[in-house]
């Protein structure tokens, strides 16, 4: 009698679990079994990782199920999340997530992801994103090695940028060295650079002296530039060339706290090659503030 309890026990218990069935997050939006809702994160301590408002666990998705069935779906890295406000930037999925739903369940979860367009503005939690399709060619390649490794800072978010915004190969910098070199060799070869090119850092200016003999005349141009934070922020001041090319960087995104900040700049005409150019701050990723310099004849 024991023996036929037991099996009755087994039969109720296999009844009575559901098996998961198993998709693509784009593939159950597009079947309706879920609806989604995107938007940038609201800030919190609680994440004990290096993030901002434009990388790592900076976006927020809301699922909710519509099926009647126990739902296995994972949003897989490369793909992107579109704004539905043009000046804001298109972010990336840097990190596969895994979402579990039973049936008709409601969860939140925070998405790691990057920016792709450096001078468009941040995500914030009012803006609504929407799932979009999925890189390819080297920009996938490159976010499943952030996914593979788990490179999710400011250095791999400049690796980004070097493939989306044509940034320098040296402003992929971090401490850690492993981390910095497996992104710049990627970089450099995703671009067909020289791959010695990996081990320069940022070009420094070394001080002018004035060849012997000669009559060359330098014109130094200077100034200052004056920003306030009313918050944390990351900033970046580079110095960029009238073909939006960045030719130094002063700032490579420094976490500067609330107060008032000025920067003093000398920019030598031999640098400069004739060319208009511009000194441009960042914060968070968007551009805020700019000084033109413009070479006298």
């Not at 250095?155 to 040296?170: F, G, K, S």
């Not at 960029?240 to 130094?248: A, I, S």
């Not at 000025?262 to 000084?291: A, P, V, W």
Request: hydrophobic share 35%; charged share 25%.
């Amino acid at each position: 009698m024991k023996t036929n309890y037991l099996f009755l026990l087994l039969i109720l218990i296999s009844g009575g679990s559901r098996a998961e069935t198993s998709y693509r997050l784009s593939e159950a939006v597009q079947k309706k079994l879920v609806s989604i809702k995107m938007n940038g994160a609201v800030s919190d301590t609680s994440f004990h990782v290096e993030y901002s408002s434009h990388y790592g666990p900076c976006m927020a998705m809301e699922v909710l199920s519509t099926s009647s069935e126990n739902l296995n779906l994972n949003l897989e890295y490369g793909y992107r999340l579109v704004p539905a406000d043009s000046n804001l930037q298109t972010m990336i999925v840097t990190q596969t997530l895994i979402v579990k739903l039973q049936p008709k369940q409601k969860k939140n979860y925070r998405i790691y992801a990057m920016c792709t367009e450096a001078h468009d503005g941040g995500p914030s939690p009012e803006a609504k994103f929407f799932l979009r399709n999925r890189a390819t060619g080297n920009l996938l390649g490159l976010t499943e090695l952030l996914n593979r490794k788990k490179y999710q800072g400011d250095a791999a978010q400049n690796a980004v940028w070097c493939l989306t915004n044509d940034y320098e190969l040296h402003s992929i910098f971090s401490t850690d060295t492993t981390m910095m070199y497996d992104l710049r060799r990627f970089v450099a070869k995703a671009k067909g650079i020289d791959l010695k090119k990996m081990y320069e850092e940022a070009p420094v200016s070394e001080p002018y002296s004035a060849p012997v003999r000669t009559f060359t005349t330098r014109t130094v141009y200077s100034g200052s530039l004056s920003y306030s934070c009313s918050k944390t922020a990351k900033v970046m001041i580079a110095l960029f060339d009238e073909d939006n090319h960045m030719k130094k960087v002063y700032v490579n995104n420094e976490t500067q706290r609330e107060g008032e900040y000025t920067y003093n700049y000398q920019i030598g005409s031999d640098e400069m090659n004739n060319k208009k150019h511009y000194l441009r701050m960042f914060r968070d990723g968007r551009m805020e503030e700019e000084i033109s310099i413009i070479p006298r004849e």
